[in-house]
């Protein structure tokens, strides 16, 4: 993928030096340089800083629905009418059974994700026994979403056995009023300073089509940098009937492969990792592949329905991947 322009010739090997730029070089990379030039630069950063290898996850869903805080998109907000199914936290057999089943699919990382706004030291207690139970047989390593946890709930986790802690920014902060006022990004950010302090590596991404400009995704890959974030999970938007954005018009392909690029190129040493809405953009996933993304969670989300593991393994493979 030869470049054609000089500035990104010199940004790349300023890039894979340990430079990292800012807001407003970002912007211009956007608005001046052709598309398909950024798509290769994160192109080339990706082959650079993770070779061919693909890592795959998988979530399982914890526990399910009544949650207390009002995102605009999320089906398991109690402000919401969906048909999600609710639940309490899961047994330690159920959520042993799930990750041995992804373990012997070859899926390299597992979580358990919650709905609420946090768990409390009770439940914390509980999780961490199902967590110590998973890790004993290690035969895939432990990722957690459960909330705003506190210092010590993070460092109880990283002593079972638990690698990385997920705590999605979801957007810009400049935005994020927008889409939820029962929490606020500062309180986001604290969670993923503590579970850093915990010893943790730190996973957060979010959601794009949600309203949002492009200038906003660029101050969402920025933020997202300063925090130095290892995974960034890349979800599209599914609009679910019965929540706020449920009319929300779909972005174009442009806008999904811009993101994914500039999302690379801003952090150029993550995981850019394939999420949510992979429905949406099932025509544009082998471009995704060329544009930066570097992961993917596989198997089934949250409240919809995922991919199937084995499918997903074969066209990553296709494509030149090791997984």
């Given at each position: 993928?030869?470049?054609?322009?000089?500035?990104?010739?010199?940004?790349?090997?300023?890039?894979?030096?340990?430079?990292?730029?800012?807001?407003?070089?970002?912007?211009?990379?956007?608005?001046?340089?052709?598309?398909?030039?950024?798509?290769?630069?994160?192109?080339?950063?990706?082959?650079?800083?993770?070779?061919?290898?693909?890592?795959?996850?998988?979530?399982?869903?914890?526990?399910?629905?009544?949650?207390?805080?009002?995102?605009?998109?999320?089906?398991?907000?109690?402000?919401?009418?969906?048909?999600?199914?609710?639940?309490?936290?899961?047994?330690?057999p159920e959520a042993l059974a799930e990750a041995r089943h992804n373990a012997s699919k070859g899926v390299k990382r597992f979580?358990?994700?919650?709905?609420?706004?946090?768990?409390?030291?009770?439940?914390?207690?509980?999780?961490?026994?199902?967590?110590?139970?998973?890790?004993?047989?290690?035969?895939?390593?432990?990722?957690?979403?459960?909330?705003?946890?506190?210092?010590?709930?993070?460092?109880?986790?990283?002593?079972?056995?638990?690698?990385?802690?997920?705590?999605?920014?979801?957007?810009?902060?400049?935005?994020?009023?927008?889409?939820?006022?029962?929490?606020?990004?500062?309180?986001?950010?604290?969670?993923?300073?503590?579970?850093?302090?915990?010893?943790?590596?730190?996973?957060?991404?979010?959601?794009?089509?949600?309203?949002?400009?492009?200038?906003?995704?660029?101050?969402?890959?920025?933020?997202?940098?300063?925090?130095?974030?290892?995974?960034?999970?890349?979800?599209?938007?599914?609009?679910?009937?019965?929540?706020?954005?449920?009319?929300?018009?779909?972005?174009?392909?442009?806008?999904?492969?811009?993101?994914?690029?500039?999302?690379?190129?801003?952090?150029?040493?993550?995981?850019?990792?394939?999420?949510?809405?992979?429905?949406?953009?099932?025509?544009?996933?082998?471009?995704?592949?060329?544009?930066?993304?570097?992961?993917?969670?596989?198997?089934?989300?949250?409240?919809?329905?995922?991919?199937?593991?084995?499918?997903?393994?074969?066209?990553?493979?296709?494509?030149?991947?090791?997984?």
């Amino acid at each position: 993928m030869k470049c054609n322009t000089p500035h990104i010739s010199e940004l790349e090997l300023r890039l894979k030096a340990g430079y990292r730029i800012g807001y407003d070089e970002a912007l211009d990379l956007l608005h001046t340089i052709p598309e398909e030039e950024l798509f290769a630069l994160a192109h080339r950063l990706r082959l650079h800083y993770q070779g061919k290898q693909f890592e795959t996850c998988s979530i399982m869903n914890a526990r399910s629905g009544r949650c207390s805080e009002d995102c605009k998109w999320c089906a398991q907000s109690k402000y919401h009418r969906t048909d999600i199914q609710v639940y309490p936290l899961v047994d330690e057999p159920e959520a042993l059974a799930e990750a041995r089943h992804n373990a012997s699919k070859g899926v390299k990382r597992f979580s358990l994700v919650t709905s609420g706004r946090s768990l409390t030291d009770r439940e914390i207690d509980k999780i961490c026994q199902i967590y110590r139970r998973i890790a004993s047989e290690g035969n895939i390593r432990l990722c957690a979403s459960l909330g705003l946890l506190n210092r010590k709930q993070l460092m109880k986790l990283k002593a079972s056995g638990v690698e990385r802690y997920h705590c999605n920014l979801e957007t810009a902060p400049s935005y994020f009023s927008q889409l939820c006022t029962t929490h606020t990004p500062e309180e986001k950010m604290q969670t993923i300073r503590w579970a850093r302090e915990a010893g943790l590596s730190i996973c957060s991404g979010g959601i794009i089509g949600m309203g949002e400009s492009e200038e906003q995704r660029i101050e969402f890959a920025i933020t997202l940098q300063q925090l130095g974030v290892d995974s960034i999970p890349m979800n599209v938007l599914n609009p679910i009937p019965g929540t706020a954005l449920e009319n929300m018009p779909p972005l174009s392909d442009g806008e999904v492969l811009r993101a994914m690029a500039m999302m690379r190129i801003i952090n150029p040493t993550a995981d850019i990792r394939l999420a949510g809405g992979r429905n949406r953009i099932k025509h544009l996933e082998p471009r995704t592949l060329f544009c930066g993304v570097s992961a993917s969670i596989v198997g089934d989300m949250l409240t919809t329905a995922g991919s199937d593991i084995d499918t997903d393994k074969a066209m990553f493979r296709s494509y030149g991947f090791e997984v």
